[in-house]
């Protein structure tokens, strides 16, 4: 059994390393990327790409109701083939139908050609990325995300040299988004050879109705959480573009891609340990509370870390950039304290899904989408681009962690857990224990 459980916890670790290696790598070339990129074209187009990419965004809103955490809770119902194809081919209907609902909004916006076009070729870009939803899914769910990461990292470079060759050459902005659908493209030709040879073709199995049925049935409420998340985080880009000036766009979006930075260890640690929560639920409820606090204080404590050391390094990366997008640092310093909240509340959606209570994270967002857009429409009136940095904060601890109170219970449990979080003693899995007054390790036999 020990064996077994070091055997798991070598794969979690390896799976973490492999996507926190990603992130860096991914983080880095966008970096080098964004900073050309911006430079060259300077922060009215370059404000036009990202309006474009947030208006996508919202659009592709429907895929959130083929949810993957929902889909990863299925493996262990039904043929793993068939999930993978049935999810798939339901990512990428909603996706379609995002598109189509793009296209009519492109007949009736009053944009700029170049907007237009940008704008067509992105939902493209999008089909093409949740047609290798459900391959990936299924490598995360067995702690083999390097596969995915291989493909990734090499669409990603393939596509940096040619957007910066693209620059050299002095192209037009629409090659930029030209270039990114080609590099997701090669992406999903490289995690389908690879998943072929490990499984065999996607498409020798059958499309499964009642597996989709399903999975959009538990996914719903999740969806229109998940739909509500993007939407507050997206809409303070379109309001700023709608209120201010694209411009203040693209001085906005360096902030938000400054953000993405501090967002690294999330996505690696969340997905790498959830498929052991998933087991430890069903299993063993005292371990499962017992990790989720330690795993909460390490998120928040990897969070306080970095916010410090970003705060330390990024001036310099600021140096690289034209002085008109000077704003954005000061953005930044704002924006990221709402990340103190994704941190701290990491495993919440994962939770609030296994215990059949997806509606709480649907309440939640609902009312902080709107409480977010109201606060964005009279800050940024006020105070410009820093009220939707501001409103972003304050709808994070609003929808993250404030409402964890309004659910009873279960909610109430959750807000106990993030609030042990903050005690840096538990990354360790040591607690004080008032009753006996001593120390406690937690995970272990007690006073062993």
């Known amino acids: 059994m020990v064996g077994h459980d070091r055997s798991n916890i070598k794969k979690i670790f390896s799976n973490i390393v492999w996507m926190l ?3 860096v790598f991914v983080i880095i070339l966008n970096l080098i990327i964004t900073i050309r990129i911006a430079n060259y074209y300077g922060s009215l187009e370059y404000g036009t790409y990202q309006y474009a990419v947030s208006i996508v965004a919202i659009f592709e809103l429907l895929v959130t109701f083929v949810d993957g955490r929902v889909v990863k809770k299925k493996y262990s119902v039904y043929n793993p083939k068939d999930i993978v194809l049935s999810a798939t081919v339901a990512r990428a209907f909603f996706s379609l139908i995002a598109f189509l609902m793009g ?22 870009n999008a089909i093409v990325i949740n047609l290798r939803f459900g391959m990936q899914n299924r490598y995360e769910y067995l702690l083999k995300s390097r596969k995915t990461i291989v493909a990734n990292n090499a669409a990603l470079t393939i596509g940096g040299v040619l957007q910066l060759i693209a620059i050299s050459l002095k192209l037009e902005l629409f090659i930029i988004a030209i270039i990114t659908l080609l590099s997701s493209a090669i992406c999903l030709v490289i995690t389908f050879v690879q998943y072929t040879v490990d499984f065999g073709l996607i498409f020798n ?7 989709v049925k399903a999975l959009i049935k538990e996914s719903l409420p999740l969806a229109i959480a998940a739909s ?15 209120m201010l000036s694209k411009n203040e766009v693209g001085i906005y979006a360096i902030a938000v891609k400054l953000v993405n930075i501090v967002d690294i260890a999330i996505a690696p640690i ?12 069903f299993n063993d409820r005292k ?23 970003s705060f330390v390094i990024l001036p310099f990366a600021f ?34 899904t296994l215990i059949g209570k997806g509606k709480f994270l649907m ?4 009312s902080s989408v709107l409480f977010n857009i109201v606060l964005n429409y009279f800050l940024i009136k006020q105070i410009g681009v820093f009220g939707a940095a501001i409103s972003t904060v304050v709808t994070q601890a609003m929808a993250v962690f404030v409402s964890n109170i309004f659910f009873g219970f279960a909610g109430w449990e959750v807000f106990r857990w993030q609030i042990k979080g903050l005690n840096p003693a538990r990354v360790f899995g040591v607690e004080i224990n008032k009753k006996e007054n001593h120390l406690e390790l937690k995970g272990g036999k007690a006073n062993e």
């Open 21 to 23: 290696f990603d992130k």
């Open 287 to 309: 371990q499962y509370e017992i990790r989720y606090i330690q795993i909460t204080s390490i998120f928040t404590w990897i969070y306080i870390i970095g916010v410090l050391i």
């Open 103 to 124: 296209f009519f909004y492109i007949i009736f916006n009053s944009e700029t050609t170049e907007y237009n076009i940008i704008f067509i070729i992105l939902l493209f």
């Open 270 to 281: 969340r997905d790498s340990v959830y498929p052991k929560m998933i087991e430890l639920y």
């Open 228 to 242: 509500c998340a993007i939407v507050y985080s997206r809409c303070d880009s379109v309001m700023v573009g709608s």
């Open 363 to 366: 309440y939640a967002q609902m």
């Open 319 to 352: 140096k690289a950039l034209k002085p008109e997008y000077a704003q954005a640092f000061p953005i930044y310093q704002v924006y990221v304290l709402g990340m103190f909240f994704s941190y701290n509340g990491g495993l919440r959606a994962g939770h609030y």
């Open 205 to 211: 199995t059958y499309f499964n109705w009642n597996i």
